[in-house]
């Protein structure tokens, strides 16, 4: 296999985009990752997507995107694997590159949500969980992780407010993020007053979805070399696991064991471990989630990921910091692109273009994108060269 880069990286705001459509939104995020990238043309066309099919009534989403940016006789896929999509298309990218079948692929996460009645979107977001024995019992998706988040409670002896860091550090985060959904901080007091939506998690535990994109270039290492002064990025680690969907059918539903299991191997294709991690952007789509992933990939005791959290080792300048732009707490959770997003991120830390929560000396970050409630989870590690 080739070493692979990633020379190039663009995003849209992920907000109520009404004026976008969905190829637009796509388009805006290609493009401004070949300008970055200096290319014009690529081999491929990825695009990581969950939702299309009902939110816009679009399928085909390959040769739709390909078409819009300019690449219409480039190779054209569509990649879905719910909401860890955004990864799916950016791993898909890295082993077509790896392998040596294309020499340069854009891989583009994008989702367009809001133009849906959010009754809707709750069904569609539903299609992640058993169908059978979780959604046709009136399990939303939201329901299926408060439903861990009060079993872990009471296994550890957490009480909610305990949970608060989480979303306290990522609005933090966003505010110095020009891309994220919710750019003000929020307090303690805040968090313990939002709306509840299925107890225990409420307003504040939960990521809001929205509309946005974001976009990679990649080529093989060999062909790039580092140059203005920007560090160049490789995948040191692509590595992807999967659990059952539902939970009740898990040995342990206190435990992301497909988060183990894929992270194991990254670790294993990087040859490093939790210790050289430098950042760590989790998927935390319910506060819940944050903790489970920091359990489950070292970085905390089993039942301790709220600990992690208190004790401030999760701030950019912590010991494994989360969540550096806003997480998807508060950059927002377009679906389809949060992986990309989240890979993107990566990216700018390690460029040293994080403007207001850099992480110092940053070289190795890793990204981790759920699907489902954790039934599908591919994870990436990013170096600098």
Not at 2 to 8: C, L, N, Q, S, T
Not at 204 to 233: C, N, Q, R, Y
Request: net charge negative; aromatic share 6%; charged share 20%.
């Amino acid at each position: 296999m080739r070493e692979v880069a990633v020379i190039g990286i663009g995003q849209t705001r992920v907000e109520e985009q009404w004026n976008k459509s969905l190829r637009e939104l796509a388009g805006d995020a290609a493009l401004a990752a070949l300008r970055n990238s200096g290319l014009d043309q690529v081999d491929a066309v990825y695009v990581g997507n969950m939702m299309s099919g009902s939110a816009n009534l679009q399928q085909h989403l390959g040769a739709y995107i390909a078409d819009w940016v300019g690449m219409r006789y480039a190779e054209g896929l569509r990649i879905e694997a719910a909401c860890s999509s955004g990864a799916a298309c950016f791993r898909s990218a890295v082993m077509a590159v790896g392998s040596g079948q294309v020499d340069s692929v854009l891989a583009v996460g994008v989702e367009k949500m809001t133009d849906s009645p959010s009754a809707e979107i709750t069904a569609e977001l539903a299609t992640a969980a058993d169908a059978d024995y979780e959604a046709a019992q009136g399990l939303s998706f939201v329901a299926i992780n408060a439903l861990i988040m009060r079993r872990y409670m009471f296994e550890y002896g957490w009480k909610k407010e305990d949970f608060a860091a989480f979303s306290i550090n990522a609005h933090a985060n966003a505010v110095h993020n020009p891309f994220a959904r919710f750019q003000e901080p929020i307090t303690l007091e805040g968090y313990s007053k939002a709306g509840m939506v299925s107890d225990p998690i409420n307003l504040m535990d939960a990521s809001a979805t929205g509309d946005g994109s974001a976009a990679v270039i990649l080529v093989p290492l060999e062909f790039v070399k580092a140059s203005k002064g920007i560090p160049l990025v490789k995948v040191a680690a692509s590595a992807a696991a999967t659990d059952s969907i539902a939970i009740d059918q898990r040995t342990d539903p206190l435990w992301l064991k497909a988060a183990e299991l894929s992270v194991k191997k990254a670790y294993a294709q990087a040859g490093i471990g939790p210790a050289d991690i430098d950042l760590f952007e989790l998927h935390d789509a319910f506060s819940i989630m944050a903790a489970l992933s920091l359990e489950a990939n070292g970085f905390a005791e089993r039942g301790q990921g709220p600990r992690v959290a208190n004790e401030g080792d999760i701030l950019p300048n912590g010991r494994i910091p989360i969540a550096t732009r806003g997480g998807l707490k508060a950059r927002g959770h377009p679906v389809g692109a949060t992986g990309m997003y989240q890979i993107v991120e990566v990216i700018q830390q390690l460029r040293g273009e994080a403007t207001g929560t850099q992480v110092e000396n940053a070289h190795i970050g890793m990204a981790q994108n759920i699907g489902g409630s954790g039934s599908n989870i591919i994870t990436h590690i990013l170096e600098t060269v």
